[in-house]
């Protein structure tokens, strides 16, 4: 795989349906947008949906807006946010802002990658130590991982002893 290939943008898991939908006045409060202005947003195709037509907003719904937020009001032109909203995203625009970024030099759309899997990112590094047979290391490891377990094992016998009594 390609480093453009891994850079791609990816929207975000926004799409399921929250526990807790807003009406349109919680809504515009919680992401600090009017209504005029995601319609305005919306007749410029920035945004998915018309905020007159929604009875209640989701989840996707405010990804999208806090992504468009970003855009609109970073003092670009509105036709300058239209070209770089046709480099590369999909509609609708429910990406995360916090990892999703144009390049100017690139000119183009970069998702930063997924953080690893913390327990992947141990069992490579071990396996990288066997393989330079750092046994050292490993013993050290070893001891670390022994004494954070015995104190993991005490708390949950000092937890067992407390916890009759505060329930």
Not at 8 to 25: E, N
Not at 119 to 145: H, K, M, S
Request: with cysteine; glycine share 6%.
């Amino acid at each position: 795989m390609t480093e453009n290939e891994v850079l791609v943008p990816r929207h975000v898991g926004c799409f399921q349906l929250s526990l807790f939908p807003s009406t349109l006045d919680e809504f515009t409060a919680e992401v600090l947008v009017s209504a005029d202005e995601m319609r305005s947003w919306h007749g410029k195709g920035w945004l998915s949906f018309d905020p007159s037509a929604v009875l209640q907003y989701e989840e996707g719904e405010r990804c999208e807006v806090f992504f468009i937020r970003g855009l609109a009001r970073s003092g670009m032109s509105d036709a300058m946010i239209n070209r770089i909203l046709s480099a590369g995203l999909e509609r609708p625009y429910v990406y995360d802002p916090s990892t999703t970024y144009y390049s100017f030099c690139q000119n183009r759309w970069i998702g930063l990658p997924l953080a690893p899997d913390p327990a992947d990112v141990t069992r490579e590094y071990i396996d990288e130590l066997v393989r330079e047979e750092e046994w050292l290391v490993l013993f050290g490891l070893q001891d670390r991982i022994a004494q954070v377990l015995a104190t993991a094992v005490a708390h949950q016998v000092d937890d067992a002893v407390e916890s009759p009594g505060t329930e």
